[in-house]
């Protein structure tokens, strides 16, 4: 076999050699044979030593640049968890990346300043304190900061835990250290760049590479690997990822009894990435090369990472019995090597030169994404304290000897009076270290990790370009779905803006009705359309992909929706350019599936909307308890810079997602927007004069009651079900003698911070005059009991009872859905109007208005059955 390899090699090239395996394995299979499917190279590097490039890089300088910032890493944590302050943080994770991360910063990571692209890099998160110490040696961040690491509310400021954009506005681009959205946002922020050069968007000539580096152990979140194929599909060169394979997570190794390289390469090739596996170092080179009978590969590829993990802890001695000594002949191989040079065999991805040649190839490769498998060892030079233990994770301290091993190790400048304060060092700025480091980073672009807002701001349309929302639908039914997709249809025609709407869709378009947009703006796909579709030739609208299409079609994908969303929202900072992006979804299927991520949206600084389709608990009705939301606003409010709308009407959509753009595109407020969007459909009321601050602010009335009636009312309604709320204003008038104001409440979320912003202020300021929380303003002149009907659990509304004179009675739909009808669902939830009668009626008999046998009659008239069945609630 081997003189066949060989013949064919010599005299008809290495790629006839390579396809003589394919073409034999596919005879084999078409004589009915089975042959199994090789997804694994063995457990050796990829770049034979043959064809490693020679090292670019002072080595020495290089080296002591990187053990100063391993020293400085590790200083930042020690001192963190002193003195009381236990603040945590993590040694470990850098302690194995470094030399991966020193090869991109030396040779590879490029920095926007120099007129180029900049590359966005997505570190990983718990490797913050090597980046920190990266950073003040490049004289970025000062020694007081670095004291302050995880103290950010020291004085002078101090160092977020982890990448965060909301905390580090300057510096940090990607937050990352919710395991498995790096790496997923990754994927779809080099994506997104093939859609801004497809549309001319993108500023810069050339294409910033994107870089993720992922923990083996994050592999595990679906959300790592569940984009792989859109990467291949898509031929993502533009990106690079490093998983780092420590094979260690927090609790103890990734894969002990197997090996998580090669079960990654399986995954990332049956994917359709380049794999480049960096497993062993330059040490290794030679042993390999001696090994004529295969049995060291062989013995490397039984040994388990769990054994692995011991040879990290393990003397020589054991190295030698347990690993070579399995075979005598590769017992042989180390013969002349001390116990101690056994020990000291690196692995791939603390060598610089394997690292640079992975990353070489990896830029170079085209047509596809790289994946570099890099072996290291967690905790590394730590020793005792903390190398390859499954302790490692969580070690945050050191002792004066183990402080001194480590800086005897990597030669650290620091005598032992100092070193029980682990002071930072830092080379003077004429220093050859310094030197060195600044000239590569000038050559290279300048500094990373860098964030800078160099976006124009938009003329954003105002208002009046919207005037059909505004004027009602004259009759003709529609819903706030349908009112959404007028005012973008007349958007992406809107001469200053409509090019930077990006419509963002996970397979639903036709559920919204937005498929009309399809012909007109197109689909965005890198192939544009090879195939003639199906409905092309009709009137209506067609499946129309081509290369600069502006929608984004993504599929059956929540998570990708939402990377593309933040891909988009935060180009003006990593792009340099204003983008508007529009993410319709499936309500449910919002913040409960993709929450982690909406609060990444808000911590990256994304601006945006987010829309929440086929929202409400009964108005979405024949789908039944999985697709009915009835919670999406609550969660909604518990991303801080989020705002929050329930709109009723298309005037009411329409000033919010106006005032939205011009706050976020053309003010630059780094805030993003969540809208609640209904199907229901029925005539939409022109816009009343004047309610265009209340919209904004969350409340206003929308309807007086009747004059000269007994009793007064006030009812709150949001969304479709304000429509509970006017039957309810027709029958209190009509059958019972009160006049009830309706209100259109469109964020309950808004009324409430703006309300504690005031009371906050009032506590603080006790000798002021106090200020007056707008709800409270808004609703304290009015008379009677205040009522809230929402199609959201009552925590929605109840956000505000406390500002609302008197309380507030809340009709909301805790529990799960049902498939029925609207009205019986709301009959079920207790939310239709003939309940809003009640507990209407009922608020005013508590108050003593009304006798409460009126109730009871109004119960009895109104066909409401006390013992009714109502949703499960838990309760004790
Ligand atoms: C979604 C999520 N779950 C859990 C954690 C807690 N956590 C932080 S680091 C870590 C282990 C990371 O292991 P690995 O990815 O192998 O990285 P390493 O530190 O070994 O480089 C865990 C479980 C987290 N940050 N995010
Ligand atoms: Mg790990």
Not at 26 to 47: C, D, F, H, K
Not at 559 to 581: D, K
Request: neutral net charge.
């Amino acid at each position: 076999m081997e003189d066949v390899i060989e013949f064919t090699r010599r005299n008809q090239g290495p790629e006839k050699a390579e396809s003589l395996m394919d073409d034999l394995v596919a005879r084999l299979r078409a004589a009915g044979m089975e042959v199994p499917q090789p997804v694994n190279t063995p457990y050796v590097n990829t770049i034979p030593p043959g064809a490693q490039p020679a090292y670019p890089g002072d080595r020495d300088l290089e080296r002591r640049i990187k053990s100063l910032a391993r020293w400085n890493a590790m200083a930042m944590v020690v001192n963190a968890n002193r003195h009381e302050t236990e603040v945590g943080g993590h040694i470990s994770s850098y302690a194995s990346m470094a030399t991966l991360y020193e090869v991109g910063y030396n040779h590879f990571f490029r920095g926007g300043d120099g007129g180029g692209p900049a590359d966005l890099i997505y570190f990983q998160g718990h490797t913050t304190p090597g980046n920190s110490a990266r950073a003040f040696l490049e004289y970025r961040l000062e020694e007081g900061q670095m004291h302050n690491f995880r103290q950010e509310l020291g004085e002078g400021g101090g160092l977020s835990s982890y990448p965060h954009p909301y905390l580090m506005p300057d510096f940090w681009q990607f937050p990352t250290v919710s395991m498995g959205l790096g790496p997923i946002m990754s994927i779809y922020q080099a994506r997104f760049i093939r859609y801004l050069k497809a549309r001319g968007l993108l500023q810069t000539k050339e294409e910033p590479r994107v870089w993720a580096f992922v923990g083996d152990g994050e592999s595990d979140e679906p959300e790592t690997l569940g984009a792989l194929t859109l990467a291949a599909r898509e031929g993502l060169d533009n990106l690079t990822w490093v998983v780092n394979c420590n094979l260690q997570r927090l609790d103890g190794p990734v894969r002990g009894n197997g090996k998580i390289i090669q079960e990654l390469e399986g995954v990332f090739r049956g994917a359709g990435w380049n794999v480049i596996k960096v497993i062993w170092g330059s040490q290794w080179d030679e042993l390999l090369a001696q090994d004529k009978s295969g049995l060291l590969v062989k013995r490397m590829d039984e040994a388990v990472d769990g054994d692995y993990q011991k040879y990290t802890v393990a003397p020589g001695s054991y190295i030698r019995r347990h690993f070579f000594g399995k075979y005598p002949e590769v017992l042989r191989l180390v013969d002349h090597l001390t116990d101690e040079e056994l020990t000291r065999l690196a692995r791939g991805g603390h060598d610089p030169r394997k690292i640079y040649a992975a990353y070489k190839a990896a830029v170079e490769h085209r047509g596809q994404p790289t994946v570099i498998l890099a072996k290291t060892v967690k905790g590394y030079g730590l020793g005792e304290a903390g190398e390859g233990r499954n302790i490692s994770h969580q070690q945050k301290k050191m002792n004066e000897k183990e402080l001194r091993e480590f800086r005897t190790r990597f030669d650290v400048p620091i005598s032992d009076e100092e070193i029980a304060e682990t002071p930072f060092f830092r080379p003077a700025k004429d220093s050859a270290e310094t030197r060195y480091l600044m000239e590569r980073r000038r050559k290279l672009g300048g500094f990373v990790p860098k964030r800078e807002v160099k976006a124009e701001p938009l003329r954003t349309p105002r208002l009046e370009a919207f005037g059909e929302l505004a004027r009602g639908s004259g009759g003709r039914e529609a819903s706030t779905t349908m009112s959404f997709v007028e005012l973008l249809k007349a958007l992406v025609k809107d001469a200053r803006v409509g090019r930077r709407v990006v419509p963002i869709i996970p397979d639903e378009a036709r559920t919204f009705g937005i498929d009309a947009l399809f012909s007109q703006i197109g689909i965005y796909s890198s192939k544009g359309q090879l195939y003639e579709p199906v409905d092309k030739g009709g009137l209506m609208s067609f499946y129309n992909e081509t290369k600069d299409g502006q929608i984004l079609e993504e599929g059956i994908t929540e998570a990708g929706s939402m990377a593309s969303f933040v891909a988009a929202g935060t180009a003006y900072a990593n792009h340099g350019v204003n983008l508007i992006p529009f993410y319709i979804y499936y309500s449910m299927f919002g913040p409960q599936r993709v929450g982690d991520q909406i609060w990444l949206a808000g911590d990256s600084r994304a601006k945006g909307f987010l829309l929440g389709a086929t929202s409400g608990r009964t108005t979405l009705n024949g789908e039944g308890l999985q697709h009915q939301d009835g919670h999406s606003p609550l969660a909604a409010s518990t991303v801080p810079t989020l705002c929050a709308y329930d709109p009723a009407f298309a005037y009411e959509v329409a000033a919010i997602v106006c005032d939205g753009m011009r706050r976020m595109f053309e003010e630059g407020e780094e805030i993003l927007y969540y809208l609640c969007l209904y199907n229901e459909k029925y005539a939409m009321p022109p816009r009343p004069a004047g309610c265009e601050e209340g919209i904004i602010k969350g409340l206003y009335k929308f309807k007086a009651g009747p004059e000269g009636k007994k009793h007064k009312a006030q009812i709150l309604g949001s969304g479709s079900i304000i429509r509970s709320a006017l039957k309810a204003q027709e029958l209190l008038g009509e059958r019972y003698d009160v006049s009830a104001d309706v209100w259109s409440a469109t964020s309950y979320k808004n009324l409430r911070n703006e309300a504690l912003l005031a009371e906050r202020w009032n506590m603080l300021h006790p000798c002021e005059p106090a200020r007056r929380p707008y709800v409270r303003q808004a609703l304290e002149k009015e008379g009677g009991p205040f009522v809230a009907v929402s199609d959201y659990m009552k925590m929605v509304p109840d956000q505000i009872a406390k500002w609302v004179p008197g309380g507030l009675s809340t009709l909301g739909t805790d529990g799960f859905g049902r498939s029925d009808t609207r009205a019986r669902l709301r009959r079920f939830f207790e939310i239709d109007a003939e309940c809003t009668v009640i507990a209407t009626l009922y608020a005013l008999a508590q108050r003593g208005e009304l006798e409460r046998k009126m109730v009871a009659q109004a119960i009895n008239d109104l066909k409401v059955d006390p013992e009714k069945c109502f949703p499960e609630i838990v309760a004790f």
